[in-house]
């Protein structure tokens, strides 16, 4: 079992910066893949960006990539998404979520999420 608790969510101008970060429980972090998704208001959740279990291996959406960093913090057991350059259409909620995988893009594959942190970008 493990709990994930988002943090760093806010209302930034378009051009600024956020650093999301997820704190996990549980002494088995290292187990797992994580990921950054979101969901805006009518939209699916789309993945954004992932971490393998060491921290090797990151991939991200073609939207965020050269913008966000994922990094990952094994004896913290916590995970960040590091948002520069934002634009309004990256307006959403952002939900971490860990998976029992090396690394994966795949929604489903994710076994634990979180609750959610808002991340509002204006124009």
């Known amino acids: 079992q493990v709990q994930l608790v988002e943090s760093g969510g806010g209302l930034v101008q378009a051009g600024g910066s956020l650093r999301l970060s997820c704190a996990a429980s549980g002494r088995t972090f290292s187990s797992y893949a994580m990921g950054w998704f979101r969901q805006a208001p009518g939209k699916e959740r789309e993945f954004v960006a992932a971490v393998s279990r060491s921290g090797g291996i990151t991939y991200y959406a073609d939207s965020v990539k050269g913008r966000f960093t994922i990094s990952r913090d094994n004896p913290k057991n916590t995970v960040r998404l590091q948002m520069n350059s934002l634009k309004p259409e990256d307006t959403a909620v952002y939900y971490c979520?860990?998976?029992?995988?090396?690394?994966?893009?795949?929604?489903?594959?994710?076994?634990?999420w979180g609750q959610g942190t808002q991340v509002t970008v204006s124009s």
């Open positions: 979520a860990a998976a029992m995988r090396s690394i994966t893009r795949n929604s489903p594959e994710y076994k634990y």
